[in-house]
């Protein structure tokens, strides 16, 4: 495995987290014709493949790299910024590869944390697409859990700023996972096992191998504890949080030739969540039959399943690179309320259920036609069937909103929705001079469904290395943001009038696709063998912008649009490392605003929505200032020692989003000894405990209350075989 630095790519220092290897960066010629930094690992950090049993010896590793190389050409960044982190890089985080998919994502500048693990990057409400391998994976629904598991990448780059016509849909990042094979790998696994508070316990099996032309990386995990969703209140511990947690993946992968191969690729995820409960609440409303039932005893739960297949062709014919995929997302998100608590503390007990299947298929192809010119071109087209079940229990009210009676009545609100989308893009890829590369190109997006909407999308990206060391980037990107089919609330609001779950209004115009102008520059400079710093800014102008929202009592998100948006901010990094020590530290600033409700207006209430009409607010994930950083030091007898941090000025709450929450920090602690094949790990999570509110329970689209972590101790233990 090796870990990478884009120097040239975005104004980034490369995200470094905490750092294994002892390394001298080695300028090499990157695919997009710039400088790119390449790091060696140590000779013992390096895998090594078991032998070859077929009659033709094959050099696994340098195919691996190959297919490797010719996917990177495929997918060009010019003009973008590009963070990376690699596997070392996740064992290194104080929970290791235990470290869940959006934590280890916050290492990165720009990345801001919300409840229900969701993240904001540069200002957007999620808007982040996953690949893996390059191949898209479709959207699940919104829920809790996180579907992929920390311990499949091998090596993931967020791509931020003004992304190449590739990119598309969702834009806000883009999270490529490139995963762990057993071409790199040999024959091996580990089993992994971590143990702590909250009665945490979390097992992990893990197995690889290549025979011939054959490779495979199947991973398992299973985690249950007692913080499945943020803590409603201060407490230590929260009450009926328990979770179960079951994640597995795997690869199957086939070189026909030395630059050839299918691979067939996996991945399932079922998880169970209680939703916490904050004691102490005063009733509502009353139901026939109950006196007495205590916010503390209520029994909400949600289940969540989502699995993928994909099957994938890629390789090289004569000049030309390619990557055809076929797949299938299913995605569903089942909430049951507690009909009695509900009722009396909301007015409304709803059973939600929703489901999304999507089928897609995705063709990535290249072309050199100059030595110093290259064409990428593909297309990208996916058909998507959504189910939303909504029977609620609610009382019935008269004309000024009083319960007329104690008994509820049942409302039933089903609705079936189905959306496909078809995506084109051309680009090119000139390196001008050794010094200057540009990438321009088109990008065509049209759905059709519940919407219908298109736009031809321009996009623009060069970096100019001003000196060996010093360079600058910038870019323009015209982007189409369509709504999440499965997120589109198709609710009948005229059911619901007369009742305790009466919506605030009865304005429910149709949700938009966002369209957006965005331009980005910066500088990156390295200093020193050492030492990198970036410094990048961004700034972006929306028409019907999107938003999310929680605006029921179930744990789902729902879109909206703002009729404007406007967005910017600036970004620093700084990654530091020499011998043993490694450090960095990422700040980021951002401003990020919307005017004018343009869809789900119901949501809102009339004086809201008069205000927002006429004033700029912020949106209610809008964190002004963003820090994070860490540092290790690696001792040769094989301890490491580390801690890193995560900094905010706090979200947004109250009336239209006018309140600022508390400025919040979190210092976590680590330290791994290997014994050979067998690793000990002893961590702690928010080691000064501070108590902080990442929600209050105000805000616009908010629910409940929502806590960061209080302290954590854990032991990890690893044996690897």
């Known amino acids: 495995m090796q870990r990478r630095t884009l120097p040239l ?134 829920g809790f859990g996180q579907t992929l598991d920390s311990s499949i990448i091998g090596t993931t780059r967020l791509l931020t700023g003004a992304l190449p016509a590739q990119y598309g849909l969702r834009t806000a990042g883009i999270i490529d996972i490139t995963t762990l094979t057993g071409k790199e790998l040999g024959y091996g696994g580990s089993i992994g096992m971590t143990i702590g508070s909250f009665n945490t316990f979390e097992s992990t099996v893990t197995l690889y191998g290549q025979s011939g032309r054959w490779s495979y990386f199947v991973t398992g995990n299973y985690l249950g504890n007692e913080i499945g969703i943020e803590n409603p209140t201060p407490a230590e511990s929260a009450i009926h949080d328990q979770s179960w947690q079951r994640r597995g993946f795997g690869e199957l992968s086939y070189a026909f030739t030395d630059s050839n191969q299918i691979r067939f690729m996996s991945g399932a995820t079922d998880n169970q969540y209680q939703v916490p409960n904050n004691p102490g609440q005063t009733p509502a409303y009353s139901l026939s039959g109950v006196s007495n039932y205590p916010s503390a005893n209520l029994d909400e739960n949600q289940h969540e399943i989502t699995y993928f297949n994909v099957l994938t062709l890629q390789g090289k014919a004569e000049q030309t690179n390619y990557q055809l995929s076929i797949g299938q997302r299913y995605s569903e998100v089942d909430f049951n309320p507690d009909p009695i608590g509900d009722l009396i503390y909301n007015g409304v007990a709803s059973t939600v259920g929703r489901s999304n299947r999507t089928e897609m298929a995705q063709l990535d192809m290249s072309t050199r036609i100059e030595h110093n010119q290259t064409l990428s071109y593909g297309l990208y087209t996916d058909r998507q069937s959504v189910v939303q079940n909504n029977s609620s229990l609610t009382f019935p009210t008269d004309s000024d909103g009083n319960q007329t009676s104690d008994v509820p009545i049942t409302i039933v609100d089903n609705n079936n929705l189905s959306e496909s989308t078809l995506s084109g893009y051309v680009q090119d890829r000139w390196n001008v001079t050794d010094r200057l590369t540009i990438n321009g190109g088109l990008r065509y997006d049209l759905i059709n469904g519940y919407l219908n909407d298109n736009q031809l999308s321009p996009r623009l990206g060069m970096v100019y290395a001003l000196t060996d060391s010093l360079s600058f980037h910038s870019g323009y990107a015209r982007y189409f943001l369509p709504p999440s089919t499965e997120l589109i609330s198709a609710t009948d609001i005229a059911a619901f009038q007369g009742t305790t779950n009466a919506l605030p209004s009865n304005v429910n115009t149709q949700v938009k696709a966002q369209r957006t102008n965005y331009y980005d520059a910066g500088f990156q400079w390295e200093a020193n063998d050492a030492l990198t710093l970036g410094l990048d800014a961004y700034l972006s102008r929306s028409t019907n912008l999107l938003d999310e929202g929680q605006f029921g009592t179930a744990l789902i998100f729902s879109d909206f649009n703002y009729a404007e948006g406007r967005n910017d901010g600036i970004e620093f990094t700084a990654n530091y490392k020499s011998g043993p020590l490694h450090a960095y530290f990422n700040g980021a600033y951002g401003n990020a605003q919307g005017k004018d409700v343009a869809s789900g207006q ?120």
């Open 9 to 142: 790519m975005a104004g980034s220092a490369a995200l470094a987290l905490v750092a294994a290897w002892t390394v001298t960066p080695i300028p090499v010629k990157a695919q997009d014709g710039q400088n790119e930094f390449q790091t060696s690992p140590n000779a013992q950090n390096t895998p090594t493949p078991a032998a070859d049993t077929a009659p033709v010896q094959l050099d696994t590793v340098t195919i691996s790299a190959q297919m490797e190389q010719e996917r990177n050409s495929i997918s060009p960044t010019t003009g973008s910024s590009a963070y990376i982190i690699q596997s070392q890089d996740i064992q290194d985080l104080p929970l290791g590869t235990a470290t869940p998919l959006n934590q280890v994502m916050l290492q990165a500048p720009g990345v801001v944390q919300d409840s229900f693990g969701q993240l904001h990057v540069r200002g957007d409400h999620a808007n982040l697409q996953y690949r893996i391998d390059g191949v898209i994976i479709p959207e699940s629904i919104t």
């Open 602 to 721: 119901y949501n809102f209430s009339s004086a809201e929505l008069a205000y927002i009409a006429n004033n700029w607010i912020a949106l209610d994930h809008e964190q002004k200032y963003t820090s994070s950083g860490g540092a290790s030091w690696r001792f040769p007898e094989g301890t490491t020692v580390g801690a890193d941090y995560l900094f905010g000025t706090g979200l947004r709450a109250g009336f239209a989003n006018t309140v600022n929450l508390p400025s919040y920090y979190q210092i976590n602690f680590s330290a791994m000894h290997s014994f050979g094949s067998f690793d000990v790990r002893a961590s702690v999570i928010n080691v000064l405990d501070q108590i902080y509110v990442l929600r209050d329970g105000t805000g616009i689209g908010v629910g409940a209350p929502q806590y960061g972590p209080r302290r954590g101790v854990y032991l990890g233990f690893t044996e690897h075989f």
